[in-house]
């Protein structure tokens, strides 16, 4: 099988394509062939060891797995004799987590990973960017932020792959949403059912004072210092990326208004099977989408790397797996 290998962190062209022997399904282990990855700023991470904190999963000198990619949509072709929840033939999406591995034509995970059979009308692209976005913001809204019906959201960054889940799954969780993204975004993110939608060009969302139950920032853009008099009382600040002393500080309040962090990627997998059981049922229902934007094949990675790099992408950065891309 082909596969993007790196064997060491740095700039994109440290990964390279490399023809290696298929992995082999142990008794509880699932073969997927690949169809389609995302390229994603934590994979960015990953590749960079940038922040220094990605290296304590990643691997403290140089990556600890060659194959690098998180989030996966293919076929399960081969199961091992234990295996029961797959069979061969199983449209399947979701995350491998520190496992990694997805850059590849061929992976191989135990059942019990964070995978579910992808709904019907779901493409391998929509699956990939789902699984990132969605298993993300999920567990940011619901249970870092306790995100209640009527209650009033901003979410930043809400052009991105977290953030474009974010709005989405907000409104699905009865809030009043407010997006903030740049004005070349502004109508995308009122059709995925923004409330209102400010154009961080033209409007500064941290001078508004009490308006907000929860701020979450999925792109790490603002500081809890600067977001405090924009939220109510009892409001909760998040931030997706990572925790700066500012939001170290406020994680250690016990009551008024708190900051919170969560490592979403790091949950386990169990917790994750449930969240993509939810958000397929959402996909089906025709209530959640995957918005993407460029798509790049397998050999071409690198260049989708530097492209998630310049921080302008606009929902997910599909890869699509050699000839088995599909629409
Ligand atoms: N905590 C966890 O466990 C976890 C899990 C997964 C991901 N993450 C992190 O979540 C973060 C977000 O990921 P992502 O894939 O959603 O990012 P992304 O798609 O790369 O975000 C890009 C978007 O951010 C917008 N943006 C850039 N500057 C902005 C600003 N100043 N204000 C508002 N929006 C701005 C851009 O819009 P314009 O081009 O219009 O500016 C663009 O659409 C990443 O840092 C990722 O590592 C964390």
Do not use: W
Request: one cysteine or more; charged letters at 20%.
């Amino acid at each position: 099988m082909r596969a993007i290998v790196q064997d060491r962190y740095g700039p994109p062209g440290v990964m390279q394509l490399r023809e290696l022997a298929e992995p082999v399904p142990g008794e509880g282990d699932v073969l997927i062939e690949m169809h389609a990855t995302v390229a994603t700023p934590s994979d960015v991470a990953f590749r960079t060891g940038s922040p220094f904190i990605a290296r304590l999963f990643s691997g403290l000198l140089k990556p600890k797995t060659p194959i690098l990619g998180d989030n996966l949509a293919g076929v399960v072709v081969a199961v091992g004799a234990n295996v029961t929840r797959f069979k061969p033939g199983d449209r399947v999406y979701g995350s491998t987590g520190t496992l990694a591995g997805a850059n590849a034509e061929t992976t191989c995970v135990p059942e019990t990973a964070a995978l579910a059979i992808m709904p019907p009308g779901m493409s391998f692209g929509e699956a990939a960017g789902l699984a990132d976005g969605g298993l993300t913001a999920l567990p940011f809204l619901r249970d870092t932020g306790e995100l209640k019906a009527g209650q009033h959201v901003l979410i930043n960054g809400a052009s991105g792959s977290v953030g474009t889940a974010a709005v989405q799954l907000a409104k699905l969780l009865g809030a009043e949403v407010t997006g903030v993204c740049s004005g070349r975004n502004v109508e995308l993110v009122r059709s995925l059912g923004a409330d209102r939608v400010i154009d961080y060009g033209v409007e500064d969302f941290t001078r508004a004072s009490d308006a907000y139950d929860v701020i979450f920032d999925a792109v790490g853009k603002s500081s809890f210092a600067h977001c405090e008099g924009a939220l109510k009382p009892e409001g909760i600040y998040m931030v997706g990326t990572v925790p700066t002393p500012s939001l170290l500080l406020g994680m250690l309040r016990k009551r008024g208004k708190l900051a919170r962090f969560a490592a979403t990627g790091l949950r386990p997998p169990a917790d994750k099977i449930r969240d993509l059981a939810l958000l397929s049922a959402y996909f089906h229902a025709g209530k959640l989408r995957t918005v993407i934007d460029r798509r790049y094949p397998l050999e071409q990675i690198a260049v989708a790397h530097a492209y998630v790099e310049t921080g302008h992408k606009v929902g997910s950065v599909v890869i699509d797996i050699e000839a088995r891309a599909d629409a």
